[in-house]
């Protein structure tokens, strides 16, 4: 007789031998597995494990599944405050010569809220202040719920609040449902559905911010491969800028170099 797992069992017994990190994953986890569970006509967290063993299509799919979906406007907010004054002027500088665009990734780019704080940072002030560039921003998430509403760009006011308030009165139109996005903003970023597991990233990039997920959910073999993959669409001198609660463990910290003066940024070493 097999004894039922609970979900945490379930994550602790399956995530390590698949690189994943069981202690990141929440509540709304549990609820997309049962749902896969459900889906598959099995009968609980232990037949899913026997299941994942047998079908090695689904094993490689699990991260994904697993996938943990939240975020907010201007996330740390000195990590915004030295793209402002740091790492942005260093690239516009750097492009003043070499080409006029800036171009930009975030790849698990969640509702919208990442690369919106990013677009938002360009017209409340860069703009002006290098007048002669402009900036390219794309967005990745293998979530199409997530894409969607990043679309939308209306949010709830809780997802705002790190939004310094001369940015939220010029650029947010209250509504009744949360907060619009002016569409001057809005308009900047071009959502992509990508699985950065699986599909292959757009090149020729000068910054990528890829936070709370390749750091956070993956190790050893899948976290090197990722990281490899997101530096090789770097230009050489691109930046990589990850959360507060990310550092590089020994099996990246060849490939990304910290950026001095300024927090979470790192320079690939390609
Ligand atoms: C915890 S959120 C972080 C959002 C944002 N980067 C931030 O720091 O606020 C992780 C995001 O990564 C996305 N994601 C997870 N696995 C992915 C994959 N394989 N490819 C692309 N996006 C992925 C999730 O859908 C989610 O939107």
């Known amino acids: 007789m097999t004894v039922e797992l609970t979900f945490d069992q379930f994550i602790k017994t399956v995530c390590p031998q698949r690189n994943l990190d069981w202690r990141k994953y929440r509540r709304a986890s549990r609820r997309k597995v049962l749902a896969r569970i459900h889906e598959l006509g099995l009968s609980g967290f232990s037949d899913y494990a026997e299941?994942?063993?047998?079908?090695?299509?689904?094993a490689s799919a699990l991260p994904n599944l697993l996938r943990?979906?939240?975020s907010r406007f201007f996330r740390e907010k000195e990590t915004?405050?030295?793209?402002?004054?740091?790492?942005?002027?260093?690239?516009?500088?750097?492009r003043a010569t070499s080409g006029k665009i800036l171009r930009v990734l975030s790849i698990g780019c969640?509702?919208?809220?990442?690369?919106?704080?990013?677009?938002?940072?360009w017209k409340a002030g860069l703009e002006a202040q290098f007048p002669e560039n402009r900036i390219s921003i794309t967005a990745l998430d293998v979530d199409p719920d997530c894409?969607?509403?990043?679309?939308?760009?209306?949010?709830?006011?809780k997802t705002l609040r790190e939004v310094p308030p001369e940015l939220r009165e010029s650029w947010f139109e209250p509504l009744r449902e949360g907060y619009r996005l002016n569409p001057v903003v809005s308009r900047l970023v071009d959502f992509k559905l990508l699985d950065l597991l699986s599909d292959p990233i757009p090149?020729?990039?000068d910054l990528i911010l890829c936070r709370y997920l390749v750091f956070t959910y993956y190790h050893g073999e899948l976290q090197r491969k990722t990281v490899n993959k997101i530096t090789q669409a770097l230009n050489p001198g691109g930046i990589l800028i990850l959360g507060d609660k990310e550092?590089?463990?020994?099996e990246t910290r060849s490939v990304i170099v910290p950026v001095s003066g300024a927090k979470n940024s790192y320079i690939a070493v390609n």
């Open 247 to 250: 550092k590089p463990g020994p």
């Open 80 to 94: 915004w405050q030295d793209l402002a004054t740091t790492v942005l002027p260093l690239l516009f500088f750097r």
């Open 68 to 70: 943990v979906t939240v």
């Open 51 to 58: 299941y994942l063993n047998r079908n090695p299509g689904e």
């Open 147 to 157: 894409l969607r509403r990043a679309r939308k760009a209306v949010y709830a006011r």
């Open 203 to 205: 090149g020729g990039q």
């Open 110 to 121: 969640c509702n919208g809220e990442e690369p919106y704080s990013l677009a938002l940072l």
